[in-house]
């Protein structure tokens, strides 16, 4: 992310606080700010007495202060102020995606409406406070989630697909569902064709059925399809629809690691292959069951040229559900 923030350029007042109106089409005024003491601000104005409502719907969050304020000419105002400088790129990222929300309010009543169901969201994510993915990190969890859609597009209602994504919670593969575990793996456009197998319990199974499923994303910003972690990510919350659905999403992807920032825009993935893989006798791998003692936690490359023979159909994958 560039050192850059909406805040760079507001001086800390004497009194009160400046604002720079943000250069977004509301229905309400929403202004960056800053505070005698320096903080960073993010103010939505609004018109009439919406007491009654903020306090029906108040919401807490740790690092951030939020206040609904009186303002002139029967204004008032939802104020966000970050009490942590560290927290910034977190902070900068709801503002940022809580004003583009505000695009679709229609009056002053449901954007305070908006913005605190959007705090409430965000507070999941607030609560991780994790440092920024890895590029591998990134491909490695748009595999997974581009799995989790393929598995609703298989009629798999949208709780049992978030039920079976087990990689969030550390499993030893990212998806279990009946009696079939698939453990994914993400490549890059132009890397070489072997994957990295982080332990020895990856490729190893209770269940009666293990797949390895690769995906080759390639960064591809203006092909057709091509999606960032962010709006892949998006479009599922969008999916889900049901609130208890997004919330067992939003923590899944907050036990991942990550938080809707705008380093997440890019790069934008397309899949440019797919291959997978059943792992049964014969297949190349070290397991738990069969190290000598004393030997743990073990990673190694698989090259997919040496496991052409075990290949097989996707169908053998989504085909059971």
């Known amino acids: 992310?560039?050192?850059?923030?909406?805040?760079?350029?507001?001086?800390?007042?004497?009194?009160?606080?400046?604002?720079?109106?943000?250069?977004?089409?509301?229905?309400?005024?929403?202004?960056?700010?800053r505070d005698t003491g320096g903080a960073c601000l993010f103010i939505v104005e609004l018109q009439g007495d919406h007491t009654v409502q903020y306090k029906k719907n108040a919401v807490t969050v740790n690092g951030i202060d939020v206040d609904l304020r009186a303002g002139a000419q029967s204004q008032?105002?939802?104020v966000l102020t970050l009490e942590r400088q560290i927290d910034r790129d977190l902070f900068e990222g709801l503002c940022l995606t809580l004003a583009a929300s505000l695009e679709h309010a229609t009056d002053s009543a449901s954007s305070l409406a908006v913005?605190?169901?959007?705090?409430?969201?965000?507070?999941?994510?607030?609560?991780?406070?994790?440092?920024?993915?890895?590029?591998?990190e990134v491909r490695g969890l748009f595999a997974e989630i581009v799995f989790l859609t393929e598995l609703i597009d298989r009629n798999m209602s949208s709780i049992a697909a978030l039920d079976a994504w087990l990689g969030p919670e550390r499993s030893h593969q990212d998806f279990i569902?009946?009696?079939?575990a698939v453990e994914i793996k993400s490549l890059s456009g132009a890397e070489r064709s072997s994957i990295r197998v982080?332990?020895?319990?990856?490729?190893?199974?209770?269940?009666?059925?293990?797949?390895?499923?690769?995906?080759?994303?390639s960064s591809l910003t203006?092909?057709?399809?091509?999606?960032?972690?962010?709006?892949?990510i998006a479009a599922v919350q969008t999916r889900l629809g049901d609130a208890d659905a997004v919330e067992a999403f939003d923590r899944k992807l907050v036990a991942h690691g990550y938080a809707p920032l705008p380093v997440y825009d890019e790069p934008c993935f397309v899949v440019s292959e797919l291959r997978n893989y059943r792992v049964s006798d014969g297949f190349?791998?070290?397991?738990?069951?069969?190290?000598?003692?004393g030997i743990a936690n073990v990673?190694?490359?698989?090259?997919?040229?040496?496991?052409?023979?075990?290949?097989?159909?996707?169908?053998?994958?989504?085909?059971?559900?």
């Open 299 to 321: 990673a190694y490359d698989i090259r997919l040229e040496t496991i052409a023979l075990y290949e097989c159909d996707e169908t053998d994958i989504l085909g059971r559900n």
């Open 76 to 78: 008032q105002h939802l």
């Open 177 to 180: 569902f009946g009696n079939t």
């Open 198 to 217: 982080s332990s020895e319990d990856q490729l190893e199974s209770l269940n009666d059925e293990l797949f390895l499923r690769v995906y080759r994303l």
């Open 1 to 33: 992310m560039s050192n850059y923030s909406p805040w760079n350029d507001i001086a800390v007042p004497g009194a009160d606080f400046n604002v720079r109106q943000v250069a977004l089409e509301t229905a309400v005024p929403c202004f960056w700010g």
């Open 115 to 136: 913005s605190l169901a959007h705090i409430r969201r965000w507070k999941t994510f607030l609560s991780g406070r994790s440092q920024h993915l890895t590029i591998e």
């Open 284 to 293: 190349p791998r070290l397991m738990r069951s069969q190290l000598p003692t």
């Open 222 to 232: 203006d092909a057709a399809g091509a999606r960032s972690l962010n709006e892949i």
